[in-house]
Nanobody, 117 residues
Framework: VQLQASGGGLVQAGGSLRLSCVVSSMSFSNYYLGWFRQAPGKQRELVARIPSSGTVNYGDSVKGRFTVSRDNAKKTVYLQMNSLKPEDTAVYYC????????????WGRGTQVTVSS
């Protein structure tokens, strides 16, 4: 399974970006999906998760600013990021998640988001 994240870039604080991630798998619609991020020198953290059906969840640091969604027909998961802050600067990745909310597949390159102050 390949994970191809895109949509990152350089944006000023307060701006918005929309990330996309295509998951090349016939089982996409069954996956519990997550968006993760990793800032330099920090551990990878889970910022948003969306099940195949049911309630989405967000990390406390992004609640009210980020929105996760999915399109099963396009095998794509999205992350709409508004009111961006410099501390949102990181490489963003998507992945399917296992029972301990760990990433299941190889991570891929991710997409860089840089927020300037």
């Amino acid at each position: 399974v390949q994970l191809q994240a895109s949509g990152g870039g350089l944006v000023q604080a307060g701006g918005s970006l929309r990330l996309s991630c295509v998951v090349s798998s016939m089982s996409f619609s069954n996956y519990y999906l997550g968006w993760f991020r990793q800032a330099p020198g920090k551990q990878r953290e889970l910022v948003a998760r969306i099940p195949s059906s049911g309630t989405v969840n967000y990390g406390d640091s992004v609640k009210g600013r980020f929105t996760v969604s999915r399109d099963n027909a396009k095998k794509t998961v999205y992350l709409q990021m508004n009111s961006l802050k410099p501390e949102d600067t990181a490489v963003y990745y998507c992945n399917a998640m296992g029972p301990r909310l760990e990433g299941v597949f190889n991570w891929g390159r991710g997409t860089q988001v840089t927020v300037s102050s």
